[in-house]
């Protein structure tokens, strides 16, 4: 029980008392002040009645106000662990999660075969380079002036013909992150907390990482995950790779805060 409470029950307890008394002596002041032993009986079985009926019915209170604030108490520290288990449960799961991640980017490998001479063979981040690599030169290509639809179709085509060139190795990277991206989002916990596990899987990636990941959720269009990807900020802090890659990043996600821009440091730098 608080100390306002406890001040406000006081001074009621008071006032109850003083309006029992006042009536009284109003009554038989004129009689002065009695020296019998029977008329201070008298007094005191008027002041018991009637302060202890009071009495009675406010400890009848207290009891239920103590009773209603140690059950809101038994409320919250039941709402607390519960939501302490459910942090708990997940990040258990999300840093599993994130090592799965990790080691499947490292597994990523691709080889190129070599009539009469070694073959080349590209793994992890140098296989994500030289993927990158080619993905920009028919990225940068894409016609820019047609419909949204027109130029993420384009996008597409592009894309699955750049993946299926290597072997479709990238995909199952790319699945497993987007599966992972919404085991955060469907989660439990509080929507302001989504955010900071997001971002530490997007501090995860690479530069190389992220723009890879950029076409494979524009090839693969799905309204309510590329929101979510926006809402959290997800491609804000990619590098600029081109004017081309600039304008579309802004194209498919016009509420993002990019901030590398081409155009802003070719600017800068006239």
Same mark, same amino acid.
């Given at each position: 029980?608080?100390?306002?409470?406890?001040?406000?029950? &006081?001074? +009621?307890?008071?006032?109850?008392?003083?309006?029992?008394?006042?009536?009284?002596?109003?009554?038989?002041?004129?009689?002065?002040?009695?020296?019998?032993? %029977?008329?201070?009986?008298?007094?005191?079985?008027?002041?018991?009645?009637?302060?202890?009926?009071?009495?009675?019915?406010?400890?009848?209170?207290?009891?239920?106000?103590?009773?209603?604030?140690?059950?809101?108490?038994?409320?919250?520290?039941?709402?607390?662990?519960?939501?302490? @288990?459910?942090?708990?449960?997940?990040? @258990?799961?999300?840093?599993?999660?994130?090592?799965?991640?990790? @080691?499947?980017?490292?597994?990523?490998?691709?080889?190129?075969?070599?009539?009469? +001479? $070694?073959?080349?063979?590209?793994?992890?981040?140098?296989?994500?380079?030289?993927?990158?690599?080619?993905?920009?030169?028919?990225?940068?290509? &894409?016609?820019?002036?047609?419909?949204?639809?027109?130029?993420?179709?384009?996008?597409?085509?592009?894309?699955? %013909?750049?993946?299926?060139?290597?072997?479709?190795?990238?995909?199952?990277?790319?699945?497993?992150?987007?599966?992972?991206?919404?085991?955060?989002?469907?989660?439990?916990?509080?929507? $302001?907390?989504?955010?900071?596990?997001?971002?530490?899987?997007?501090?995860?990636?690479?530069?190389?990482?992220?723009? +890879?990941?950029?076409?494979?959720?524009? +090839?693969?269009? @799905? %309204?309510?995950?590329?929101?979510?990807? %926006?809402?959290?900020?997800?491609?804000?802090?990619?590098?600029?790779?081109?004017?081309?890659?600039?304008?579309?990043?802004?194209?498919?996600?016009?509420?993002?805060?990019?901030?590398?821009?081409?155009?802003?440091?070719?600017?800068?730098?006239?």
């Amino acid at each position: 029980m608080g100390t306002r409470n406890i001040w406000i029950i &006081v001074i +009621a307890g008071l006032l109850v008392i003083t309006g029992c008394i006042i009536p009284y002596y109003i009554t038989f002041h004129s009689f002065g002040v009695s020296t019998s032993n %029977e008329h201070w009986g008298t007094f005191g079985d008027y002041i018991g009645g009637v302060l202890g009926t009071v009495f009675n019915f406010a400890g009848v209170i207290l009891i239920y106000l103590t009773f209603s604030e140690q059950q809101r108490t038994t409320i919250q520290m039941f709402r607390e662990q519960q939501d302490q @288990d459910i942090l708990t449960h997940f990040e @258990d799961t999300f840093f599993n999660m994130l090592s799965v991640q990790r @080691d499947l980017f490292k597994s990523l490998i691709f080889t190129i075969r070599r009539e009469g +001479a $070694p073959n080349e063979v590209y793994e992890g981040i140098m296989f994500l380079g030289k993927f990158t690599r080619e993905l920009q030169i028919v990225m940068d290509e &894409v016609d820019l002036s047609g419909s949204v639809k027109a130029i993420q179709q384009a996008i597409r085509e592009k894309y699955l %013909e750049a993946i299926a060139k290597q072997g479709a190795t990238l995909d199952p990277h790319f699945r497993f992150l987007n599966h992972f991206l919404r085991y955060v989002e469907e989660s439990d916990i509080f929507p $302001p907390e989504k955010k900071k596990y997001t971002d530490i899987i997007q501090a995860q990636m690479s530069g190389i990482e992220l723009y +890879a990941f950029f076409y494979h959720v524009t +090839a693969h269009w @799905d %309204e309510p995950h590329i929101n979510m990807l %926006e809402r959290v900020g997800f491609f804000e802090y990619m590098d600029s790779a081109s004017l081309a890659f600039d304008k579309q990043k802004r194209l498919f996600f016009p509420i993002s805060n990019f901030k590398y821009n081409t155009e802003e440091i070719t600017m800068g730098m006239v």
